[in-house]
């Protein structure tokens, strides 16, 4: 009886239907609170992953920005944790420090910053059920390309043509200086020959002939971006003593002498009516010329021999014949009363057989031992020859070439010149500014002349050919053959194109320690976020 009480009551309980919704909203309730608890923690975890993944991104991009300029590379860490600490809003205060460091990259050797951090804090829902806090973790990478500066001995400076650097026969080019082409020619530097090259490296806004990459170990950079003339805004001295025309002799030159000179010209007119000059009287003319009183100075003016320091006194008066007859003729007198200061006198004694002198010259063709004095010579039109067994010698010298004029340079003279100083070119007048940038400037064609023609500049140098500077023809072909040496500075030769032709040995193009210094072109530094 029992158990059939039992069972009864059991199934009665079993087939009750009333309170089964309280049931089950009981039943369901931990998993409704903790579902949301659950997306709450989710959503936090969410925000701070994002904010915290920003902030290393934007520190690894910051860190590899200092670490690739040499200015700044010292700065990478403290650079990457501050622009970590001000892209932080959300977690800030309960995220670690960042962690900075180099890092390689695609084979390259700590050419990225890396930079992870951290975020923990404990959540109502999940700290309950885990008993500890949350954490989010953020990494971040950003390679580094640093920007590279290349200079150049050679330079050709033609924006289009084939061949604007063209290396021939067997000539030996191993300065490792480096040639630059500005033309974007397909083939701008090419190769006819066989020579030898070790030139460091080889940049050209064109194309690069096949023969210097598999034939040489030079840095080869074809179409590049931004090459660019360093002389291109640069503008030849002129002072005043290289405007003085004068001619190139084997024998002896007289002295010149310079002053300052101070010139008061006073003029007063005067009208008179009379037969002549002996029996006048005053005259109002209303159309008469009014007196004057004119003043000038300038600085070293050439002025004749002899002249000494002191003033000169010059009185001057003429009568003119104005017309009319008898009593009414009429007259003008002019009384000129000039005064002349002559102060800093200088006399500047004349050379000896084959001492030259700046000045303007249209030809010197050297046909005798001959020395340059120091400053700035213009070849106007003709050319600078410098021929034969002859011993050439110039310290602080400029030769600028106007009108087509040329410079030829044979191999059997025995030739030393060295350009000028900044402190040579502010000592004959030119600015700071402008001396600075014309330091080191052996030869300067004029950009805007017609340049040399067919023939072109021509240097054939020897062993006994030193040439200290920079030689510039914007305007002009420049061919190169034999050698030169140098002592002082590199040798640099920047022109519209250049041959070196076969018997060219550019071995010695720079002294001992010594690197071109002229930049043509700057590559900017890269970066990117990899991670």
């Known amino acids: 009886m029992i158990r059939k009480f039992i069972r009864n009551a059991l199934g009665e309980i079993a087939s009750c239907r009333s309170g089964n919704a309280t049931l089950l909203v009981a039943l369901g309730m931990p998993v409704l609170i903790g579902g949301a608890g659950l997306g709450v923690d989710v959503t936090q975890w969410y925000m701070w992953k994002r904010e915290l993944q920003f902030a290393v991104d934007q520190a690894a991009v910051a860190g590899a920005w200092a670490a690739a300029e040499s200015e700044t590379e010292g700065t990478y860490q403290l650079r990457a944790q501050q622009e970590f600490a001000a892209n932080l809003s959300v977690v800030e205060g309960f995220s670690s420090d960042p962690e900075v460091r180099l890092a390689d990259f695609a084979g390259g050797s700590n050419n990225s910053v890396a930079v992870s951090a951290t ?14 806090s949350s954490s ?10 640093e920007g590279v500066t290349f200079t150049s001995c050679l330079i050709a400076t033609d924006l289009d043509d084939t061949g604007a650097i063209t290396i021939g026969g067997n000539a030996v080019l191993t300065a ?3 040639m630059a082409a500005l033309s974007t020619d397909e083939l701008s530097i090419k190769v006819n020959g066989n020579p030898e090259i070790q030139a460091g490296w080889i940049l050209s806004a064109g194309g690069i002939d096949e023969w210097l990459k598999n034939n040489t170990d030079d840095v080869i950079m074809e179409y590049m971006t931004g090459l660019y003339d360093p002389f291109a805004e640069l503008d030849p001295p002129n002072p005043t003593e290289s405007r003085i025309s004068r001619t190139y002799t084997c024998s002896g030159e007289s002295d010149t002498t310079f002053a300052d000179v101070d010139i ?29 009183d004119v003043s000038s100075s300038d600085d070293d003016v050439l002025v004749a021999n002899g002249t000494v320091a002191g003033t000169e006194v010059v009185d001057e008066v003429v009568w003119r014949d104005l017309g009319g007859k008898g009593q009414n003729k009429k007259w003008q007198r002019r009384e000129n009363h000039k005064t002349t200061t002559y102060s800093d006198v200088r006399v500047v004694e004349g050379g000896e057989a084959g001492n030259v002198r700046p000045g303007t010259y249209t030809n010197i063709h050297v046909g005798c031992d001959t ?5 700035v010579y213009n070849i106007d039109g003709g050319s600078l020859q410098i021929n034969g067994q002859h011993e050439v010698s110039g310290a602080g010298v400029m030769f600028v070439l106007y009108n087509g004029a040329s ?12 350009a000028m100083t900044a402190s040579d070119l502010m000592g004959v007048g030119v600015t700071p500014d402008d001396a600075n940038a014309l330091a080191g400037m052996l030869v300067f064609e004029d950009r805007d002349g017609p340049g040399a023609g067919n023939n072109g500049q021509r240097i054939n140098g020897n062993a006994n050919t030193i040439l200290n500077g920079t030689m510039y ?10 050698t030169a040496g140098v002592t002082s500075q590199c040798l640099m030769i920047a022109a519209r194109n250049i041959t070196l032709t076969g018997t060219t040995d550019m071995q010695t193009f720079c002294p001992a320690g010594s690197n071109e210094d002229t930049t043509v ?6 970066v990117r976020l990899v991670a």
């Open 521 to 526: 072109v700057s590559t900017a530094s890269k």
């Open 136 to 145: 989010v973790y953020a990494y971040a990478q950003a390679s580094f390309e």
């Open 176 to 178: 490792s200086c480096g």
């Open 407 to 418: 410079i030829v340079i044979n191999g059997g003279a025995d030739v030393n010149l060295t």
């Open 371 to 375: 020395a340059f004095a120091p400053g």
């Open 264 to 292: 008061r010209t006073v003029t007063e007119y005067s009208y008179w009516q009379g037969p002549n000059q002996n029996n006048l009287e005053p005259w109002e003319n209303p159309e008469g010329l009014q007196s004057s």
């Open 473 to 482: 023809f914007p305007a002009s072909e420049v061919f190169f053959a034999g």
């Open 119 to 132: 975020a923990s804090k404990e959540l109502p829902f999940s700290s309950f059920l885990t008993g500890s």
